[in-house]
């Protein structure tokens, strides 16, 4: 299981290092190779929980596909760059002050690495998009700096797993109690407890807000052990890290092991690094493959759609919506009027014009390349029967009903 992870890992940093020089390409094939990334890499690299390529790839993937929205993003955060630096410089002098100094931390030999980061910006934008709060206001959001504190725990002689695991959240409770005395800073109530209640991609960390009384900057604070931070860095991949050290190692071999084992992950994301030429030709061939399937195309409000290839433009329409495609006149593709049974291809950019007195004629079945198409279609075609069906037998009805009135004499 491990060789998949790493397998994988190499098929992310190929694609990281493609998008890296991306900008020597013709402005179509950024797009669609941009598209490719956003929705294949990164949400690999997301669900396997691997932060230290998810986030560059998202945030590549953001700046080819949306370079104006990308460039209005950027300005807002340079102009508050300098209040964020100074904030993250204050906090962690404060942070690392109270942690430090703590009596039961120096007894126990835990270390400590107090790093800042700035959160991705696409992820901002996302994040941006989704809620109303924030659309305008970007000084609402209250994690778009945080302050990571990574504890270093040795294992014990003789402890389990699952009891070095235990106490290594109570020391990051014991981090969390004391970062809350700190008189320069308010907030600190509400927790985000990914330690009680991790992630599905097995991320944990305590998640808490604070501001600095004489800089009104929202500051989130990460607090988790070495073994949490490299499964939110490396995600699955990092139980290779710790994989087959035995009981009888000796701590120094299991550390030269680990230290190997992640100097190998961060190769692969280090920007004049190269992959061997096995693995790349390895990689290609999977991508075509996996790719090569696909078809990837836009829509006018940036929308990317993640289609199969021999999609058609009816097919993007019923994706869309059911009533898009139920009301759909015709499409334009790349500013050009097609028929429905125009066939799609990777980087097309698409509009579907609606008609709300347009119904789709049965010969579309022939149109649709899915299956959930045809399926939308027939539902439609059989539902008109029925309701066509329902009003001859209510004209009926009606009809009969006016005979027989008819025949009724008139009473005087």
């Known amino acids: 299981m491990a060789d998949d992870y790493r397998v994988i890992l190499v098929k992310l940093a190929d694609r990281l290092h493609n998008m890296r020089t991306l900008q020597f390409m013709p402005e179509r094939k950024r797009k669609t190779i941009a598209a490719e990334t956003l929705v294949v890499f990164a949400q690999l690299a997301h669900r396997l929980g691997v932060w230290l390529f998810k986030t560059e790839l998202e945030d590549l993937s953001f700046k080819y596909l949306y370079p104006t929205e990308f460039q209005r993003l950027d300005k807002l955060l340079s102009m ?22 703590d009596k039961m931390f120096k007894e126990h030999n835990i270390k400590l690495e107090i790093t800042g980061r700035e959160k991705g910006m696409y992820s901002l934008w996302e994040k941006m998009r989704r809620k109303t ?84 900057v929202p500051l989130e604070i990460q607090i988790r052990t070495r073994q949490m931070h490299e499964v939110a860095e490396y995600g699955m991949a990092a139980h290779w890290i710790y994989k087959d050290e035995q009981r009888g190692d000796g701590e120094q071999k299991k550390s030269k092991m680990r230290s190997r084992r992640v100097a190998w992950l961060e190769s692969l994301a280090d920007k004049d690094g190269d992959l061997r030429k096995d693995a790349q030709q390895f990689v290609e061939e999977v991508l075509r493959d996996e790719l090569g399937r696909r078809c990837f195309v836009f829509l006018r409000d940036g929308t990317i759609l993640n289609l199969s290839r021999g999609c058609t433009a009816l097919d993007a329409a019923f994706k869309i919506h059911s009533e898009v495609g139920l009301h759909m006149q015709h499409a334009v593709i790349n500013d050009k009027k097609v028929p429905p049974f125009y066939q799609l291809q990777n980087g097309d950019r698409v509009n579907i014009v609606t008609s709300d007195d347009a119904a789709p004629p049965r010969e579309w079945l022939a149109y649709a390349f899915l299956r959930s198409t045809r399926n939308k279609l027939a539902a439609h075609f059989r539902r008109t029967k029925k309701e066509k069906e329902r009003a001859v037998d209510l004209a009926a009805a009606l009809a009969t009903a006016a005979t027989a009135a008819a025949a009724i004499p008139l009473v005087h």
Request: charged fraction near 25%.
């Open 133 to 216: 709060k924030y659309k305008n206001n970007i000084d609402n959001i209250d994690d778009i700096i945080a302050l990571r504190v990574v504890l270093d725990i040795q294992q014990l002689a003789g402890e389990s797993d699952e009891d070095f695991a235990n106490r290594g959240a109570g020391y990051c409770y014991h981090a969390l109690t004391l970062v809350r005395k700190l008189p320069n800073w308010s907030g600190g109530d509400s927790l985000k407890n990914y330690i009680a209640f991790p992630k599905p991609n097995g991320y944990q960390s305590l998640h808490v807000t604070f501001i600095h009384h004489d800089a009104p």
């Open 80 to 101: 508050r760059r300098a209040q964020y630096t100074s904030t993250l410089a204050a906090a962690t002098h404060d942070f690392s002050e109270i942690l430090r100094r």
